[in-house]
């Protein structure tokens, strides 16, 4: 999933030069993922615009909506919608391979509570997502970017969860996960730092793995190599 990542700018000054926090690597899309996104695009995806997303009229009811950014292959998002019909949940992703293979799999399952962006995250934001309307952000395992040199490319910075603080609705969550330790620590700093979130763990750290997030077939393949994980799961004051 390294590969599923997002932009990430200046919130507050747009015209700094956007600092590229994914590597856009398209892939080839096996025949299922390409008859997929030809096929149900259209239903499923959405495009960027200048109006912002109404999710009532969007899903046909005023259930919750999250904010899924950088979902992969699908698999966790996928089952976490199918698990969870009461709840709408919006994915964005720049992975071509992954957006195919994700509206394959909601096709077949015929969810009603999925939505699509073969997007840049930070313009979804921006353009789309109103302000106070979401319930939820996930961003599972996004790229640590390990080299001291290219840390300012991580996309968990103060500006980000910040511009995330502002789409989230009264008691909305941020729930992040990473397998890297000291990214682990970075995002901890970086989101308990913010006054507007408080800490859902009771020592002020990390949370157990929550039994809504899927353990994923990375996720146990790095288990099996003895890598740990680390949940983060914070609530808007």
Do not use: C
């Not at 313009?123 to 789309?128: G, Y």
């Not at 990375?218 to 680390?230: C, L, N, S, T």
């Amino acid at each position: 999933m390294k590969e599923n990542l997002h932009n990430n700018e200046s919130i507050d000054n747009p015209a700094i030069r956007r600092i590229k926090s994914f590597v856009l690597r398209t892939g080839r899309m096996t025949p299922g993922q390409q008859a997929a996104y030809e096929a149900f695009y259209k239903k499923y995806g959405l495009t960027l615009s200048d109006a912002q997303l109404n999710f009532s009229a969007l899903f046909g009811n005023d259930n919750p909506v999250v904010l899924e950014i950088g979902f992969g292959m699908g698999d966790s998002l996928f089952q976490m919608a199918k698990a969870n019909p009461e709840v709408n949940y919006i994915g964005v992703e720049v992975h071509t391979p992954g957006v195919g293979r994700l509206l394959n799999l909601v096709s077949d399952a015929e969810l009603s509570n999925v939505r699509v962006f073969e997007e840049d995250a930070i313009k979804v934001l921006d353009q789309m997502i109103p302000d106070n309307g979401l319930s939820g952000v996930q961003i599972y395992f996004p790229d640590p970017w390990h080299k001291r040199k290219h840390h300012k490319r991580r996309i968990v910075q103060p500006e980000f969860i910040q511009h995330l603080v502002t789409k989230l609705g009264p008691e909305g969550f941020i729930h992040l996960a990473t397998d890297w330790e000291h990214y682990a620590y970075h995002m901890l700093e970086v989101v308990n730092a913010n006054p507007n979130l408080r800490n859902a763990s009771e020592d002020n750290s990390f949370i157990p793995r929550p039994d809504a997030r899927p353990l994923t077939k990375f996720e146990k393949r790095g288990e099996r190599k003895g890598h740990g994980v680390w949940d983060l799961w914070f609530i808007k004051k």
